[in-house]
């Protein structure tokens, strides 16, 4: 750590000053410690840069949340670790503190050892973003970074790209490369910095933005499996809003070839250009030869299979229909359950809700005596029959089924079948004394 570090902390009660400075004594001496009110903070930090700030917030207080945007959107405190401490505060109000890049969250009552251990990696978090900033600034000046938008250039968009995959495959991490583009509702008008800061807004401070073309964007998550990648991909669009959307494929780096990994990206965007918020996953199956080969199996169309005259389907055909069905699984089906899961839970604490997946798959939450279902039933081919039934003692209040082919079923259908059921079932309970 540096040689001299200054802690500040933020409060409007005297009581919480006193009391964590008194647990920071064991802190170095060389280390400082200043205070202030939330009022007093901007005035307080004029032209003055600490290494940690600790901020208490109490019931929601809106002032502290704004300290936090205006801290952050300036250019000597961006980088400036923000510990916030919770007091009473809602978890809406603890996700937008995190959205405004807080550092840490800390919960009352405090504990010595946790107080200290947080500031302690806040201060070496503060050395390592200050490292950061230093050696984007060098690439700046190389070329090999844009110095508006803060991502890497088109020029050295390949060797960026065959850096980061190897570095993921010589330690055997997860990882996942989008390629992101605006759908055709997003206005000509806006430039590529606009883009480029949605999607910065959705992802990490160690993921990385590439410029491939006009409007088309490589993002590298690290530590990232398929599930991620379409979290990341929904608060896209939720940052686009509902004037625009935007398009991506993805690819989960294994062992693939470079160029396979871009060919088969390229191919993915163009599919999902086709319609608007729509992600394409591209998937590794193997010929007989053990090659790699690079194929759709998320909203696009597997290959079509040659079936002899008799209509029968040889062994491999059915091997790569279950391979691809328990992909999705994988990447659509299980994520989807699991995300309503805890939606439901969560605003819903006296519903009952199970759910499993495989062949069959079913998802059923439960009120008074009320049950909707939604169920899947996979044929080991390429359909699957979608069951949606609303039952109340014994009596269908809902019952619709319909088959497709499974690769429709992509992670927004299935989210747009489940969230319409569940408005449904709602708005039958509530009918409900």
């Not at 170095?28 to 007093?40: A, N």
């Not at 603890?94 to 009552?109: H, K, Q, R, T």
């Not at 073309?213 to 509902?242: C, H, M, P, W």
């Not at 625009?244 to 396979?260: H, M, S, T, Y």
Request: include cysteine; charge should be neutral.
């Amino acid at each position: 750590m540096a040689d001299l570090n200054t802690v500040v902390i933020v409060s409007n009660k005297q009581d919480i000053i006193n009391h964590i400075s008194q647990k920071l004594v064991l802190l170095r001496d060389l280390d400082k410690i200043k205070s202030c009110s939330i009022d007093e903070a901007q005035n307080m930090l004029d032209g003055f840069n600490p290494n940690v700030l600790i901020l208490h917030c109490n019931k929601n207080d809106k002032a502290a949340l704004d300290l936090i945007k205006h801290l952050k959107n300036h250019e000597l405190y961006k980088n400036l670790p923000i510990l916030f401490l919770n007091e009473n505060c809602s978890r809406e109000t603890i996700i937008e503190a995190f959205d405004n890049n807080i550092s840490d969250v800390l919960f009352m009552p405090i504990i010595d050892y946790e107080l200290l251990i947080r500031v302690i990696w806040a201060l070496e978090k503060h050395e390592m973003n200050l490292c950061i900033e230093s050696q984007k600034q060098f690439l700046t000046t190389l070329g090999i970074m844009e110095a508006e938008s803060d991502v890497y250039c088109r020029k050295y968009c390949n060797d960026f790209l065959k850096n980061e995959i190897e570095q993921t495959k010589k330690y055997s991490q997860r990882a996942c490369l989008l390629l992101v583009a605006p759908d055709k509702k997003y206005p000509n008008n806006k430039t590529d910095k606009e883009f480029i800061q949605i999607i910065k807004k959705a992802i990490r401070l160690n993921d990385s933005v590439v410029m491939k073309d006009n409007k088309q964007f490589y993002v590298y998550l690290k530590k990232t499996k398929l599930n991620g990648a379409y979290s990341v991909f929904e608060r896209i669009n939720n940052n686009l809003g509902i004037e625009a959307g935007a398009n991506a494929g993805v690819v989960e780096i294994q062992n693939q070839k470079f160029e396979d990994i871009i060919e088969a990206l390229d191919a993915a965007l163009e599919k999902a250009n086709e319609n608007t918020n729509s992600l394409i996953v591209a998937s590794d199956f193997y010929s007989s030869s053990d090659e790699p080969k690079m194929v759709f199996d998320e909203g696009a169309t597997l290959p079509q299979l040659k079936r002899k005259k008799e209509e029968k389907i040889d062994e491999n055909s059915v091997k790569l229909y279950n391979q691809a069905y328990k992909r999705k699984l994988k990447v659509v089906i299980i994520p989807v359950f699991k995300k309503f899961e805890n939606l439901i839970r969560t605003k819903h604490h006296d519903f009952i809700v199970k759910s499993y997946v495989g062949q069959k798959s079913l998802f059923a939450f439960t009120k008074k005596g009320i049950t909707a279902s939604l169920a899947l039933n996979y044929d080991g081919l390429e359909n699957i029959s979608v069951q949606l039934a609303i039952v109340e003692n014994s009596q269908k209040r809902l019952y619709e089924v319909d088959t497709v082919d499974f690769n429709i079923l992509d992670y927004k259908k299935l989210s747009l079948l489940l969230s319409g059921l569940s408005e449904k079932f709602i708005a039958l309970t509530k009918n409900i004394k």
